[in-house]
């Protein structure tokens, strides 16, 4: 804090927050410690680069004001993030009932007889807050994040190299499936084939059998029977 007998300044040195392309804000905050009206008026060595609202002003008897200092975006960070701006702060004792509107640079200047006091700001650049890294739950105390990192890295790699191990050894199941699936319904479409045509004879020889006999059944006819159904009955199992 510095401290005069007309204002007290707070903070004594602007710091800013720096970041590329970011117009980025800081304050003080300036205390009547008198019965008087003091004025006051900031100047700074850089008047483009920062804008100050309010730039002038009244502080009442024992009073507070804020300021606030607004630094326009910036394109490129300056070397070694090492700032020279710099600011003024001039105050003065003003008659009661002063207005803003009412303060004139002849305030100021100490020629004029009034009791004027001045107070040097400087400017720094600070790193904007960084949130430390989160830690991995369950790490052990001393062990080292790199070779959690590894061993997460090995354990990826083998689960990689196993699923496509897997699924060649499901494709080669899915194909001995589906060509046995196939075979058998090869089978079952020769083995309908097959009664099918045994049928076919079958009634052949019945209606031959019973023109020859007039209607009677032969004993050859009988045991020809006998072995389709023992052929069908294999074919069928």
């Not at 483009?48 to 960070?77: F, H, W």
């Not at 100021?108 to 107070?119: A, P, R, W, Y």
């Not at 479409?189 to 006999?213: D, F, P």
Request: proline residues 7%.
């Amino acid at each position: 804090m510095s401290t005069g007998e007309l204002l007290s300044v707070e903070p004594q040195e602007l710091e800013f927050p720096f970041e590329l392309k970011k117009q980025i804000s800081c304050s003080m905050q300036l205390t009547n410690k008198t019965n008087n009206h003091v004025a006051f008026k900031v100047k700074t060595t850089n008047p483009k680069k920062y804008c100050v609202r309010p730039n002038t002003g009244v502080v009442l008897p024992y009073a507070s004001c804020d300021v606030i200092v607004t630094m326009q975006a910036q394109k490129e960070a300056p070397p070694d993030m090492q700032c020279k701006d710099k600011f003024l702060l001039q105050s003065a004792v003003a008659t009661p009932g002063i207005s803003p509107k009412d303060i004139t640079p002849e305030l100021f200047s100490k020629d004029s007889g009034n009791q004027v006091e001045e107070c040097k700001l400087k400017v720094n650049y600070v790193s904007p807050h960084q949130p430390p890294s989160p830690v991995r739950e369950g790490s052990e105390e001393g062990s080292s994040p790199r070779a959690s990192i590894s061993d997460n890295v090995t354990v990826n790699t083998n689960d990689s190299s196993s699923v496509p191990r897997g699924f060649a050894e499901s494709n080669e199941k899915l194909s001995e499936t589906r060509s046995l699936i196939s075979r058998l319904t090869e089978e079952k479409n020769s083995a309908v084939q097959q009664k099918n045509k045994l049928h076919q004879e079958l009634e052949l020889l019945r209606r031959q059998g019973n023109k020859t006999s007039g209607g009677g059944v032969s004993l050859i006819t009988v045991l020809f029977i006998g072995l389709l159904g023992i052929i069908l009955g294999y074919y069928l199992k």
